[in-house]
């Protein structure tokens, strides 16, 4: 029997980088990878089977009409009009990045299911539509633009006409419906199609000195639980503060040598991070006491997407800014991992594997 097999690679994110709350996003070199094989011949097991290795596997449901990265493919092959997987399928997915820390796991899966979805389905859809299907299941583009395309990355969802809004305000119910366990295949109606040119983005330019260090606390923070607690609306002091700081960062992480003093204070935030400290002990702390002046090499410091991981951005001395961070965790009592990690520029891709 012949046997197409396929690689899906797509990056680790970090959402927001201190002022840019559902706007910015930086891939990082950690990855979601699918080893993907469909038999050419349209044999075998109506329903793909699915294998995880890495990180956080052990609890992933493993139906594919559970499975995040199945469902999110049932999706773009539904919406398209294709209401089953082709058969014979396998996945095998190996996971580097930690569940529930705010360094996009939820997203780089959506992303590698959208993907997953399109390979399945011989669509070939560019770059802009993947991003559309993508944003009806995450809806805040930051963390899924940056895992999409790479790099630094700006991005906004645009202002849509009635049915559009309509299309893309079905409940996210309907688009991943919780499949019953006896689901099949053409369960539930097909859902609603994608409205096209959904998210917009441009790629910043990045200092190629600057390293994200990533401490990332031993416990997982519900991405929803973490957006519970943030206000439905702000000051006009506090917005200004953000917007001065963003427009100003997304330059200055471009420039070589960075600008510590610059950089340091265009990380700060009022829109998300001081809603999210009684979640994450220590936070306050390390925003406050970690300065590019008392840790010579860093640049700026923040909550990474919405936490609990702190994102360091630095130079130098990465050894020393990841022990104070975690020194003042232990001091709260959270057992922390943590890494130097670089900026990934080449996004998602999928590749054909030789036989
Ligand atoms: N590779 C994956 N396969 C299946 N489900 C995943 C995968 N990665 C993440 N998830 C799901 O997403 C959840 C984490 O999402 P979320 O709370 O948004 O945190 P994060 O900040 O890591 O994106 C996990 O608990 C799991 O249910
Ligand atoms: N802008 C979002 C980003 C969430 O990123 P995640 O990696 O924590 O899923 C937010 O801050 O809620």
Same mark, same amino acid.
């Given at each position: ?7 899906i ?10 002022p ?27 329903? $793909? ?9 052990a609890?992933? $449901? ?9 469902r999110? @493919?049932?999706? *773009? ?31 780089a ?18 770059t ?17 633009? =940056? ?13 849509l ?13 309907? *688009?991943?419906?919780?499949?019953p366990?006896? =689901? ?16 917009h ?45 963003? @427009? ?6 471009a ?5 510590? #003093? ?18 994450i ?6 925003l ?17 997407? =919405? ?14 800014? =990841? ?16 890494? *130097? ?7 998602s891709?999928? #590749?054909?594997?030789?036989?």
């Open positions: 029997m012949s046997v197409r097999k396929y690689k690679h797509v990056p680790a994110t970090t959402a927001n980088v201190g840019g709350f559902d706007v910015c996003g930086i891939a990082l070199s950690l990855s979601l990878t699918l080893d993907v094989s469909i038999p050419s011949d349209g044999t075998g097991d109506v329903n $793909p089977t699915i294998e995880y290795s890495g990180l956080d596997s609890n992933v $449901p493993l139906s594919p009409y559970k499975n995040l990265l199945t999110v @493919a049932l999706y *773009v092959l539904r919406a398209n009009g294709i209401t089953a997987f082709p058969r014979g399928v396998h996945i095998h997915a190996h996971n580097e990045i930690p569940f529930g820390r705010g360094l996009g796991s939820s997203g899966a959506v992303i590698a299911g959208v993907l997953l979805g399109d390979l399945l389905g011989g669509f070939k859809f560019p802009a539509r993947l991003l559309d299907y993508a944003l009806m299941v995450e809806r805040h583009p930051d963390n899924v633009t =940056a895992a999409l395309v790479g790099g630094f990355v700006g991005s906004y969802l645009r202002e006409s009635e049915d559009d809004i309509k299309a893309a305000a079905v409940p996210l119910a309907e *688009v991943l419906p919780e499949f366990p006896d =689901a099949g295949p053409d369960w539930g109606p097909n859902p609603p199609q994608a409205p096209g040119g959904i998210g983005y441009v790629r910043f330019g990045w200092a190629p000195e600057i390293k994200a260090i990533a401490v990332m606390p031993r416990f997982e923070l519900a991405t929803a639980k973490s957006r519970g607690v943030l206000p439905e609306t702000y000051s006009r002091k506090d917005m200004v503060f953000n917007l001065q700081r963003l @427009a100003v960062l997304t330059t200055a992480l420039r070589s040598p960075p600008d510590a #003093e610059l950089i340091y204070e265009a990380m700060k935030d009022r829109i998300h991070q001081p809603y999210r400290v009684p979640l002990p220590g936070l306050q702390t390390i406050s006491e970690l300065t590019y002046t008392s840790h010579p090499g860093l640049l700026g410091i923040c909550l990474s997407g =919405a936490g609990p991981t702190i994102l360091a951005l630095a130079t130098d001395n990465f050894e020393s800014i =990841a022990a104070e961070i975690v020194r003042i965790f232990k001091t709260e009592n959270i057992e922390v991992d943590w890494k *130097v990690l670089d900026v990934d520029t080449k996004g891709w999928v #590749e054909e594997i030789d036989a």
